[in-house]
């Protein structure tokens, strides 16, 4: 890991602070607060991705983290996907999704989208999977796209791109 310290003097590095106790008042974006996630704006803070499958549709909201934001530095990408244990559906990804900032493991729920870090692997989850070491969460499917991933059978083609269609 990188120890960029706060005594940094390099201004480019000003957008990039995300300590709660961040002391610079520079700007609105210094203020932050441990709930300024949840305080600001909706509209400012939404990463969203489109995810198609066949004739399928789908959208989803990316948490803000240094994993999604790897993930949408690669789109568009076309994974390959198989289903899995009749709750997930997984396929390889390019490159690796950065961890930095994820604890060990994650209990994903129906309808979350995550990256398997042992496989490389973008995972959408429709059914019921409990906790399991190396699993990320990325952000959460829209709507009923859960049940829509369960409706479909066997291997899959899954085109993910930035933005919603």
């Known amino acids: 890991m990188s120890s960029t310290g706060c005594a940094s003097s390099d201004s480019s590095d000003e957008h990039l602070q995300t300590s709660p106790t961040s002391s610079t008042t520079s700007g609105t974006l210094d203020q932050r607060s441990p709930t300024a996630e949840t305080t600001s704006t909706p509209e400012e803070n939404l990463m ?5 499958i066949g ?12 994993a999604a934001r790897d993930l949408l530095a690669q ?17 390889p990804l390019p490159e690796p999704l950065s961890l930095e900032g994820q604890p060990e493991g994650a209990d994903p729920s129906p ?3 995550g990256y398997y870090a ?7 989850y429709y059914g019921d999977q409990s906790y399991f070491a190396g699993i990320v969460i990325l952000g959460r499917l829209d709507g009923d796209a859960a049940e829509r991933i369960s409706a ?14």
């Open 111 to 113: 309808g979350d989208l």
């Open 118 to 124: 042992p496989g490389n692997d973008l995972v959408l």
């Open 48 to 52: 969203r991705i489109t995810i198609s």
């Open 152 to 165: 479909l059978d066997g291997p899959v083609t899954t085109v993910v791109r930035e933005g919603q269609e």
């Open 75 to 91: 789109l568009p990408v076309t994974v390959e996907m198989v289903d899995h244990g009749g709750v997930e559906k997984t396929g």
């Open 55 to 66: 004739d399928e549709q789908l959208s989803a909201t990316l948490t803000d983290s240094a």
